[in-house]
């Protein structure tokens, strides 16, 4: 390992102050989307430290993992997700509204397989997608999404004006601003790219949400950040962005979309409610992020505790979701293919591979309909898309146990 593969950070990314104060040492960790062909004998892992920033209050991790080895092959798809597809139309017709323009050139970052461009090409809207994964490209490509397969930064933002002859009138993130080392680029980026009546819109996992749901399974490499919208708010207003609208996504187990102008719009009812809505519950203090680490230990202890008594009665347990959330969740708890032997998904990029660290394998719902009567018990680690998933389980047949660790609190319900 070369020391430029993980950069232990001492001085906040944001305010740049040295006032990171530590939260939850998740221990050495796997990088959560790397999913192996094959069992490995030997696995990259770095330390995984949660922390906030007791001068501007930002939650963030104190590793920096290089972008390359995290993002060049991406296992995500969006298009897995019926939740994701959903709200990809909801999301078009919100932000649209907010938009001067009739016909505005929108532009993504990080925009994966393209399907949050999808609806904005259906309307005939000039569209242009910005994504590093090589993997994902084709099925972009495939839906007929123009595409520069590249990471987001200063160059990029040169090439896309020179091709377009022109700046966009929309460009959106969603969440990839809190998975950006060098963010401070990105967002001077999009200031340069966007026109001056244009909207920059952001979605990320509200760190709100994370704090009231105990959602530590959410910590991994790829997201240095966990904002609040106070906290972005702040941040962006150094780099003259302004917010002026913001509303709640279903998406990530809860998050916020926050709507930005280059100039001062009133702010809308919706966002002083979510802003309102942190100052009363201290979302921002340092006090309640230590409650929030004490009670994760606690609920590791429990969860441990539950899968020990569920093994010794000879329950027969299978996981759903092999996402990266699942991986800090499962190596955190010493969960491995000695407890589970199977996960399953349904994403088809990660069918028959194996989860980082734990080495479970990854079955497709074909291969667990083969198997389904082999098992009395569901860990349901894509806790975040239970509704959906029960409905697949129900369909499929399984009888038995579906075991949900979050939110908040470790829940279990026979189907």
């Known amino acids: 390992m070369k020391f430029e593969d993980c950069i232990v950070e001492k001085k906040c990314r944001i305010c740049t102050q040295e006032k990171l104060h530590n939260l939850i040492n998740f221990g050495k960790q796997p990088l959560a989307n790397r999913l192996n062909s094959k069992i490995p004998k030997k696995e990259l892992k770095f330390s995984l430290n949660l922390c906030i920033c007791k001068k501007c209050k930002t939650i963030q991790i104190k590793e920096t993992v290089n972008p390359k080895i995290l993002f060049t092959r991406y296992f995500w798809q969006t298009a897995t997700s019926v939740a994701a597809k959903n709200f990809s139309k909801i999301f078009c017709e919100k932000i649209l509204t907010y938009l001067k323009c009739k016909r505005p050139f929108v532009l993504e970052i990080a925009s994966n397989d393209g399907t949050f461009l999808l609806p904005f090409k259906k309307r005939g809207l000039e569209i242009l997608g910005i994504d590093p994964a090589k993997n994902l490209a084709s099925i972009s490509l495939k839906n007929k999404i123009p595409l520069l397969t590249r990471f987001f930064n200063n160059k990029t933002v040169k090439e896309v004006i020179k091709i377009k002859k022109k700046k966009a009138d929309l460009v959106f993130a969603r969440n990839v601003i809190a998975h950006v080392k060098n963010i401070h680029e ?41 904002f609040n919208l106070l906290t972005i708010k702040q941040f962006f207003l150094k780099k003259n962005f302004y917010l002026c609208h913001a509303f709640k996504s279903p998406m990530s187990g809860g998050a916020i979309v926050a709507l930005f102008s280059k100039s001062p719009i009133n702010l809308s009812a919706s966002a002083k409610k979510i802003l309102l809505e942190e100052k009363i519950s201290k979302a921002n203090t340092l006090r309640k992020w230590q409650k929030f680490a004490k009670k994760t230990q606690q609920h590791k202890k429990y969860f441990c505790e539950i899968i020990k008594k569920f093994l010794d009665k000879n329950y027969r347990i299978i996981a759903y979701g092999a996402s990266a959330r699942s991986s800090t969740f499962l190596n955190y708890s010493n969960i491995n293919n000695k407890n589970i032997r199977y996960i399953v998904d349904k994403n088809p990029l990660k069918i028959n591979r194996y989860t980082p660290g734990t080495n479970l394998k990854i079955l497709s719902f074909k291969q667990f309909k083969e198997k389904i009567n082999k098992f009395n018990t569901l860990l349901l680690l894509a806790w975040n898309f239970k509704k959906e998933i029960i409905q697949d389980l129900k369909k499929f047949g399984f009888k038995g146990i579906v075991l949900a660790p979050f939110p908040k609190k470790i829940k279990y319900e026979e189907i």
């Open 186 to 226: 990105i967002v001077e980026g999009v200031h340069e790219v966007l026109s001056d009546k244009g909207i920059f819109a952001v979605e990320f996992h509200h760190a709100k949400k994370i704090l009231e749901g105990l959602q530590y399974d959410s910590v991994y490499h790829e997201h240095l950040f966990y």
